[in-house]
């Protein structure tokens, strides 16, 4: 997603040059958001989230599983049933809207979001949880899963 987003940041700074250096280009416009290098900042650090996260995720599991159809079961269970769940359980039963942190693809979204200068009340489905709450959520995501490769790694033994 970051070399599809880069490539439109360049394409749309090339059309008006104000785009780069200008870093109220949206104010002027009615909008919001950060523009220039604030979102090419933006731009990489939502890259840098997703794919820092996401591949911690995917080793640990890749290294629970241990073979490619369970894994593939893992991360279906990950990003198709437990988004349906979230979105069941605070868009039809109407709990609370922290219900949708257990959907990691949302959190990364979400923090996504937070970078690029989004309002919470701008995010659909509303209601979603704050920006920080989801952050939270994901480096503990993180750190679980990087205690759990560090324990992983020091249980095999080198052989000389």
């Keep these: 997603m970051t070399v599809p987003a880069l490539i439109l940041f360049a394409q749309h700074g090339l059309d008006d040059l104000a785009y780069f250096t200008d870093p109220d280009y949206f104010t ?3 909008r919001t958001g950060p ?3 604030e979102l090419l900042l933006a731009i990489l650090g939502f890259g840098l989230v997703q794919s820092v996260c996401l591949a911690i995720v995917l080793v640990a599991t890749a ?3 241990r073979r490619t159809m369970p894994l593939i079961m893992v991360w279906t269970t990950l990003f198709m049933f437990i988004r349906l769940l979230s979105a069941i ?3 039809t039963l ?3 809207e922290h219900w949708r ?4 693809w949302n959190d990364v979204c979400l923090v996504g979001f937070g970078l690029l200068g989004f309002t919470e009340s701008d ?3 509303a209601p979603q949880p704050s920006f920080l709450a989801a952050g939270l959520v994901l480096a503990g995501v993180c750190t679980l899963c990087l205690i759990y490769l ?3 790694t020091r249980a095999v033994e080198v052989v000389q």
């Design 28 to 30: 002027a416009q009615g």
């Design 35 to 37: 523009s220039g290098y």
């Design 63 to 65: 290294t629970w599983a």
């Design 89 to 91: 359980l605070v868009d």
């Design 94 to 96: 109407k709990y609370d």
């Design 101 to 104: 942190l257990i959907d990691l």
């Design 123 to 125: 995010i659909r489905p």
């Design 150 to 152: 560090n324990r992983r």
